[in-house]
């Protein structure tokens, strides 16, 4: 036991001994001292924690910051291996170099979905400005008004917010 707790103790077991009219008031200004010490004490406690929480999500959230920053800059990658798989000629597929370009590409979709960083498909979808970009109206497409129409660019999302918007061309009246 330690020697603050021990004195703890020692208060509530010794008996209540009659004061003197000055005595008295000076118990009563030292306990009201102590309280007040008490309550300055349990406010600095409380406002140290609240400081140290604050501080933790603040460096959690400059890391996702840092995290995302760098995803956005694979995700420029990964549209560059898009293209150039689907721009590959038939007679090229079948070349080492090729397939070695086809298992990065693998890689690096499967790196990005251990982030839970995942494309959306926007093509057929209304149009939405906090998942679309439009750089282009079409009037002559048959397709509602407000609909994607084509992908310029992939969108993704990061667990359940968007990272990178879709750049889209949308149908008009």
Request: net charge negative; aromatic share 4%; charged share 35%.
């Amino acid at each position: 036991m330690n020697a603050k707790h021990a004195s703890r103790e020692r208060e509530r077991e010794a008996p209540e001994v009659p004061a003197t009219p000055g005595q008295s008031e000076e118990l009563e200004a030292l306990r009201l001292e102590r309280d007040e010490q008490i309550a300055a004490h349990q406010r600095t406690a409380a406002d140290f924690a609240n400081f140290r929480r604050r501080t933790s999500e603040e460096r959690e959230r400059e890391a996702g910051l840092a995290a995302e920053g760098l995803l956005m800059k694979l995700l420029a990658v990964a549209d560059d291996l898009d293209r150039a798989m689907a721009n590959l000629p038939a007679e090229l597929s079948e070349e080492p170099w090729a397939e070695g370009i086809g298992a990065i590409h693998r890689k690096l979709l499967a790196l990005l979905e251990s982030e839970e960083v995942r494309p959306f498909v926007a093509v057929g979808a209304t149009f939405d400005p906090r998942e679309h970009e439009a750089v282009a109206r079409r009037t002559e497409s048959g397709r509602p008004a407000g609909e994607v129409l084509e992908e310029h660019r992939k969108g993704w999302r990061i667990r359940d917010r968007v990272l990178r918007p879709a750049v889209v061309s949308v149908a008009t009246d």
